[in-house]
């Protein structure tokens, strides 16, 4: 089965359960048609993959299989040449983490909130006179990518273009390698400009940071923290909203027992992880992992969404998620999410602020999923709502 076919499915619970029953916790997979590698389903052995890099590497060089260049893949698995910690093992790993996790760590909360409202309410106001919008392309997507570029310190301007460029990088249409060139001379530029005049924001504290060899490093590590943090929030923000909007528990405010935006977040990071195939581990030796045999080279999927659900440990309780963190949906091990934090503020302030708002109702119940073989969103979220009226902007003359 590819991956793609796997996160489009209309039921992909019971796809992982099928496959889990077939092959036990580890599945053969193809990543893209032609492309193979094992899916891992299992709870422990996905643990076991994230937390021991000496045999399941970071580093692409390990992989055994040669991409045809009009390969999907590329942006994600096989990024010749870059240099940050994402592609990164062991203690050149640990180099290139430290100043990420410093600069995460320094951030200020308050300040970042402000910044993260202002751009919802920005967004909210471009289309609330109208009464219906696609929450997806007309909100989620871009909150989350103006949040992520306004911590690094972008204006909405360089926001904007940085975000036509990822989404060419991961596939979406255009030219997948000028779009990653033109991404990283924004980054560049930027970086320059911030040696100059340094701000209080996340490129400012990279670009102190003594890790880093040189320039290349900074740009790459930047792009690649833009960059996952865009589909993941998206995808948070998107199924969030979908429950809020769908689920009864959440939906009957007039029962008196509505369940709250924190409890939907964590149910939709358990239930429906942003990204349900975590992009991969590559074997260093032959080695068995739960029954299968894996050999050196084999690229290896952690299935988050298939692991948080596996009966072997999560209890049929429906109670069980609501303020319990202890699913894989961030990683473990060296790897994990430097940005819970900020992640889950952007989140919450991006659902709050549309909710607070506006009375939204899902126009459509039925879901196409955008195609990915890595997450799982819908591709559109149409909603209706009472229309605001215009406020006028100029001042009352006096
Ligand atoms: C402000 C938003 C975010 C930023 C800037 C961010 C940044 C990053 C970075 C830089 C890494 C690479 C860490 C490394 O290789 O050592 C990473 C890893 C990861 N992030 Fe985030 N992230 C964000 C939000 C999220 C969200 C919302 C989720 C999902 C709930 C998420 C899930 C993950 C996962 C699963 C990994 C582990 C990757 C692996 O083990 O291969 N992130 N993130």
């Given at each position: ?10 039921d ?20 893209e048609?032609?492309?193979?590698g ?12 994230m937390?021991t890099?000496?045999?399941f ?40 983490r ?16 402000a ?13 609330s006179?109208q009464?219906q ?33 990822a989404?060419?990088?991961?596939g ?11 991404m990283d ?25 003594p ?23 998206v ?6 909203l ?9 939906t ?8 709250g ?6 149910e ?12 991969a581990?590559?074997a ?16 290896i999927?952690m299935g ?30 060296p ?20 909710m ?11 879901v ?9 969103y ?13 406020v ?7």
């Amino acid at each position: 089965m590819a991956l793609v076919d796997l996160t489009g499915t209309e039921d992909m619970a019971a796809a992982l359960r099928e496959l889990q029953d077939h092959w036990g916790p580890v599945a053969p997979v193809d990543l893209e048609p032609g492309v193979p590698g094992w899916l891992v389903l299992g709870h422990a052995e996905v643990m076991e993959v994230m937390r021991t890099e000496s045999v399941f590497a970071r580093n692409p060089r390990h992989w055994k299989e040669q991409l045809p260049r009009e390969s999907s893949l590329h942006a994600i698995l096989s990024p010749a040449g870059r240099r940050a910690l994402y592609y990164a093992d062991g203690p050149d790993h640990r180099r290139l983490r430290l100043p990420v996790d410093e600069a995460f760590a320094g951030i200020d909360e308050a300040r970042t909130a402000a910044l993260v409202r202002g751009v919802c309410s920005r967004l909210i106001d471009s289309f609330s006179a109208q009464g219906q919008a696609d929450l997806i392309g007309g909100y989620a997507a871009a909150v989350s990518f103006l949040a992520v570029s306004g911590m690094f310190g972008f204006d909405d301007k360089q926001g904007i273009a940085l975000l036509r460029c990822a989404s060419e990088v991961f596939g979406h249409g255009g030219d997948p390698v000028a779009a990653l060139a033109t991404m990283d001379q924004i980054v560049l530029d930027h970086v320059l400009a911030t040696r100059e005049a340094p701000g209080q924001d996340l490129t400012a504290s990279f670009v102190a940071h003594p890790n880093f060899q040189d320039d290349t490093e900074i740009v790459h590590s930047m792009v690649v923290a833009i960059c996952a943090a865009n589909e993941m929030l998206v995808t948070w923000i998107a199924a969030t909203l979908r429950r809020m909007l769908t689920d009864p528990r959440y939906t009957g405010r007039v029962t008196g027992v509505r369940r709250g935006l924190d409890d939907a977040m964590d149910e939709t990071l358990w239930r429906e992880p942003p990204v349900a195939n975590l992009p991969a581990r590559y074997a260093v030796t032959d080695c068995t992992l739960g029954s299968a045999h894996i050999r050196a080279g084999d690229a290896i999927v952690m299935g988050l969404a298939a692991a948080n659900n596996d009966p072997r440990v999560r209890p049929a309780d429906d109670l069980f998620e609501a303020g319990n963190r202890s699913h894989l949906s961030f990683g473990v091990g060296p790897h994990a999410c430097p940005a819970r934090r900020p992640g889950r503020l952007v989140v919450k302030i991006a659902v709050e602020s549309l909710m607070e708002r506006l009375d939204l109702r899902l126009s459509d119940p039925d879901v196409t999923w955008a195609p990915s073989p890595w997450s799982r969103y819908p591709a559109v979220l149409p909603v209706t709502f009472t229309p605001e009226r215009q406020v006028a902007r100029t001042p009352a003359r006096a």
